[in-house]
């Protein structure tokens, strides 16, 4: 740590960004499946880049991902 995200390949819907610290932020204006590339960079300047896809169908919101790093609780 620290890690910081960035959008590699877009975009995304417009009303959502991605946050330095990897979160997904805003209200998409419209439905639809949106692919997009994230490069993560950490103290160290090792790059990881990786993809996913957001869908969003009416007001739910799901990301799909073929490999995700181990998660924490309560760590974005």
Same mark, same amino acid.
């Given at each position: 740590?620290?890690?910081?995200?960035?959008?590699?390949?877009?975009?995304?819907?417009?009303?959502?960004?991605?946050?330095?610290?990897?979160?997904? #932020?805003?209200?998409?204006?419209?439905?639809?499946?949106?692919?997009?590339?994230? *490069?993560? *960079?950490?103290? #160290?300047?090792?790059?990881?880049?990786?993809?996913?896809?957001?869908?969003?169908?009416?007001? #739910?919101?799901?990301?799909?991902?073929?490999?995700?790093?181990?998660?924490? #609780?309560?760590?974005?």
């Amino acid at each position: 740590p620290p890690y910081r995200f960035s959008l590699a390949l877009g975009p995304l819907p417009e009303g959502v960004s991605l946050g330095e610290d990897g979160v997904l #932020r805003g209200t998409p204006s419209r439905a639809g499946s949106f692919p997009f590339g994230y *490069r993560v *960079r950490d103290a #160290r300047d090792t790059v990881l880049v990786g993809n996913a896809t957001l869908i969003v169908q009416g007001t #739910r919101l799901s990301l799909l991902s073929t490999a995700l790093a181990a998660a924490q #609780r309560g760590v974005p």
